[in-house]
Nanobody
Framework: QVQLVESGGGLVQPGGSLRLSCAASGRPFSSVVMGWFRQCPGKEREFVAAIRWAGTLYYSYYSDAAKGRFTISGDNAKNKVALQMNSLKPDDTAVYYC????????????????????WGRGTQVTVSS
């Protein structure tokens, strides 16, 4: 069994920053893709960012809402991923979920929550003054 545990959520004022972290434990596996999704109040869960490793290379993917403000980083050997969130807005208020997949995802699959095998329980991020 694989467990993903998120940390770093909390309350932050508009314009502030937060750093979310996610670590995997349990049955050993090598993540090829790790990502972040979020569920805003009253909305469906949506893609935020993902990182895909291919040998020594890695590729980052972002939603339009995250581009320019959020940065994803990670270590696939340690099954860890982080999301640095800057210039936060009230619309960023959501439960943020970490996801991982041991197989490669390409194209639109990277953005699709149903393509990820493992999920964390989420961490709450609230942006409010």
């Amino acid at each position: 069994q694989v467990q993903l545990v998120e940390s770093g959520g909390g309350l932050v004022q508009p314009g502030g920053s937060l750093r979310l972290s996610c670590a995997a434990s349990g049955r050993p596996f090598s993540s090829v893709v790790m990502g972040w999704f979020r569920q805003c109040p009253g909305k469906e869960r949506e893609f935020v960012a993902a990182i895909r490793w291919a040998g020594t290379l890695y590729y980052s993917y972002y939603s339009d809402a995250a581009k320019g403000r959020f940065t994803i980083s990670g270590d696939n050997a340690k099954n860890k991923v982080a999301l640095q969130m800057n210039s936060l807005k009230p619309d960023d208020t959501a439960v943020y979920y970490c996801a991982a997949n041991p197989g490669s995802l390409t194209g639109s699959d990277v953005y699709t929550e149903g393509r990820y095998d493992y999920w964390g329980r989420g961490t709450q991020v609230t942006v409010s003054s």
